[in-house]
């Protein structure tokens, strides 16, 4: 039962354009998402949070958007860079230290 | 200064046999985690260890997983007679004080191959 979604497995953008990266979550006691980027051969690395609280949280070309109501959170990158090429898991908390991860989105930038 | 590590970086197994993958975590991280990646799976939690607490096991997938944690340091995950669907990248991640704030760390992982 796959409580976090990514149902792209793989995007592609054109370098300079925004990569908008979607998950969604099913259960409602989650109250902390993250997005984590993986290179091929390494292990995943912390990228950007949100708290339930926020709505928006914002870190130079990477944005994160939470929707509550439609259990929905999306990762912006604009503009996008080659080196933004990689693996994008959403992750997500509920009162305890377990993440609870999507299936990853591969994002191809074009040059 | 180093980051987590993991070996080895691939194994490959025959069904039936055991293996023992090792975690070498940040110094001075008090937690532990080992996550797994199957084919075609987002990383799935496994267990969990935070400083001298008793380790959160409940996402072990069976009786055939062990993981134990010595001097509060290095870690090794063990799993006995190994089946096929036991194939998957092994992650290892280490985080200060294992809060949620907290960021983990993972390593490379280890790639396990069961024939």
């Known amino acids: 039962d796959q409580q976090v979604k990514q149902n792209s497995p793989s995007l592609s953008v054109q370098e300079g354009r925004i990569s908008i990266l ?8 989650f109250d902390y998402f993250l997005w984590y980027k993986k290179y091929p ?6 990228l950007i949070s949100i708290s339930s609280i926020k709505d928006k949280n914002e870190d130079g070309r990477f944005t994160v958007f939470l929707n509550k109501s439609a259990k929905h959170l999306s990762l912006h990158i604009v503009p996008s860079q080659p080196g933004d090429s ?11 230290e377990k ?4 299936t990853g989105t591969r994002l191809t930038i074009i040059p | 200064g180093a980051g987590v590590s993991q070996s080895p970086s691939n194994k490959v197994t025959e069904k039936g046999k055991d293996v023992e993958l090792r975690c070498d975590p940040i110094s001075g991280h008090t937690a532990l985690y080992w996550y797994r990646q199957s084919l075609g799976q987002g ?5 969990y260890f935070q400083g001298n607490s008793a380790p959160d096991k409940s996402g072990l997938p069976s009786d055939r997983f062990s993981a134990e944690r010595t001097g509060g340091s290095v870690s090794t995950l063990t799993i006995q007679r190994t089946q096929q669907e036991d194939s998957a990248v092994y992650l290892c991640a280490s985080s200060l004080s294992g809060g949620r704030v907290d960021t983990q760390y993972f390593g490379p992982g280890t790639r396990l191959t069961v024939l």
């Open chain 1, 22 to 29: 979607n998950c969604d979550y099913t259960n409602s006691m």
């Open chain 1, 41 to 46: 051969a390494e292990g995943p690395t912390f």
């Open chain 1, 86 to 96: 990689a693996v994008y898991f959403c992750a997500a908390f509920f009162g305890n």
């Open chain 1, 99 to 102: 993440l609870t991860f999507g």
């Open chain 2, 43 to 47: 990383l799935e939690f496994l267990i």
